[in-house]
């Protein structure tokens, strides 16, 4: 899978260091087209948003030991949005995130997400959300790549904290982003 960006949370982290390694599947996914104003379509984007920290990101999480990526998807995308998977289509990327690490003896983070392209079924069933997943508020939404850029954007230019992954999911929204 090609490499997309890699992304370093803090100033000098040392990737040399003793790493501990979190690999994560993330999945696109594409809605039937919308009708704008102006007689042209958008596509739109399942994202799941938190009305917390007013942010967007795709379904997905981390791979469990010996799990295969297209289960941990199956998986994810169930959990944050109801939804069954039914057929990944491509690989679109992969990003390498760093920081330092939060437990001790080890150094580094390092945070691989994989992004693939999926199709679900038409459905939204009950959320199985984590306990900080649910403390966010995260739902599923449909909404057009732009807004959810653009509302990712405007968080990170805010003085204060972004969520760890708003950085990442901003630069995929943007590489998505019709040109």
């Keep these: 899978m090609n490499l997309l960006t890699t992304i ?7 990737i040399e260091g003793k790493t501990f390694l979190r690999e994560a599947v993330r999945g696109i996914i594409f809605h039937a087209l919308t009708p704008t104003a102006a007689g042209a379509s958008q596509k739109e984007l399942l994202m799941i948003y938190s009305p917390v920290n007013g942010d967007y990101k795709f379904p997905g999480g981390g ?7 297209i289960e941990a998807l199956r998986r994810e995308i169930r959990e944050e949005s109801g939804a069954t998977l039914t057929q990944v289509t491509g690989e679109f990327g992969k990003t390498f995130e760093y920081a330092n690490a939060f437990d001790e003896g080890f150094d580094t983070y390092k945070q691989v997400s994989y992004y693939y392209f999926c199709e679900i ?3 939204m069933g009950a959320l199985d959300l984590d306990d900080y997943e649910a403390e966010l508020g995260f739902r ?7 807004t959810a850029f653009g509302q990712n954007k405007k968080i990170l230019a805010e003085a204060g904290s972004s969520p760890r992954w ?3 999911e901003a ?6 982003s019709p040109q």
């Design 63 to 69: 791979i469990e030991a010996g799990e295969p990526h």
């Design 171 to 176: 630069f995929i929204l943007e590489q998505l």
């Design 8 to 14: 370093y949370r803090q100033e000098n982290v040392n």
């Design 140 to 146: 599923p939404v449909w909404v057009t790549v732009g």
């Design 121 to 123: 079924n038409g459905e």
């Design 166 to 168: 708003t950085r990442r």
